[in-house]
């Protein structure tokens, strides 16, 4: 099994920065996947990006092209998510997926391992 655990939210102004950061622990070696979702206040939970560990690029939502980041660090035991220019429409609860099979990566429905999500509220 796998465990994800989020941080690094928190409040910011328009145009600011912030990063966010998905530690993983357990079989994180069976990975195959991660992502980041979010959802906002009265919107369902869209998909903001994510890869597959054999490669083949990163996706982003239209809506963050340009703007977010999604990395890891060098032993692959953590995601990031580095945000900037930041927008009110960015406010939303930030949650961590991933899954040991490529199938369910692709539908939060099907997506079987989620951290417990982390706040971001961008202010104007």
């Known amino acids: 099994q796998v465990q994800l655990v989020e941080s690094g939210g928190g409040s910011v102004q328009a145009g600011g920065s912030l990063t966010l950061s998905c530690a993983a622990s357990g079989y994180t070696s069976s990975i195959r996947c991660m992502s980041w979702f979010r959802q906002g206040p009265g919107k369902e939970r869209e998909r903001v990006g994510g890869?597959?560990?054999?490669?083949?690029?990163?996706y982003y939502h239209d809506s963050v092209k340009g703007r977010f980041t999604i990395s890891q660090d060098n032993a692959k035991n953590t995601l990031f998510l580095q945000m900037t220019s930041l927008k009110p429409e960015d406010t939303a609860m930030y949650y961590c997926?991933?899954?040991?099979?490529?199938?369910?990566?692709?539908?939060?429905?099907?997506?079987?391992?989620w951290g417990q999500g982390t706040q971001v509220t961008v202010s104007v």
């Open positions: 890869f597959t560990t054999r490669g083949g690029g990163t």
């Open positions: 997926a991933a899954d040991s099979l490529t199938a369910n990566c692709y539908s939060p429905e099907t997506l079987r391992f």
